[in-house]
């Protein structure tokens, strides 16, 4: 599986950013999808997960209420519709494929086998 990411840019405090993660490959569909950020300085964080039918999402308790995962197996995407953005969302933004699907695993990077090439989000204040 291959994935691309796109959608980042620079937004106000308060604005909104979609993110999209595009996949090749035909078993898209069977992977569970997640979305990472890594700040200047930090490890690399989850903010959240999608299993592989849409049914469940999960996400970090700092961007609960604000961020939404979505995704469409028919066109091999996954997204990441940010609203009420803040500074410290400020991040580069990576999109990962995890076979396993498990949910309790899905906040750990080594779950995931596939990465996205990252897309910066910066927020100003």
């Known amino acids: 599986v291959q994935l691309q990411a796109s959608g980042g840019g620079l937004v106000q405090a308060g604005g909104s950013l979609r993110l999209s993660c595009a996949a090749s490959?035909?078993?898209?569909?069977?992977?569970?999808m997640g979305w990472f950020r890594q700040a200047p300085g930090k490890e690399r964080g989850f903010v959240a997960t999608?299993?592989?039918?849409?049914?469940?999402?999960y996400y970090v308790d700092s961007v609960k209420g604000r961020f939404i995962i979505s995704r469409d197996n028919a066109k091999n995407t996954v997204n990441l519709q940010m609203n009420s953005l803040k500074a410290e969302d400020t991040a580069v933004y990576y999109c990962?494929?995890?076979?396993?699907?498990?949910?309790?695993?899905?906040?750990?990077?080594?779950?995931?086998?596939?990465w996205g090439q990252g897309t910066q989000v910066t927020v100003s204040s």
């Open positions: 490959g035909r078993t898209f569909s069977s992977y569970a």
């Open positions: 999608i299993n592989w039918s849409g049914s469940s999402t």
């Open positions: 990962a494929a995890d076979r396993r699907g498990r949910l309790d695993l899905a906040g750990s990077t080594g779950e995931y086998e596939y």
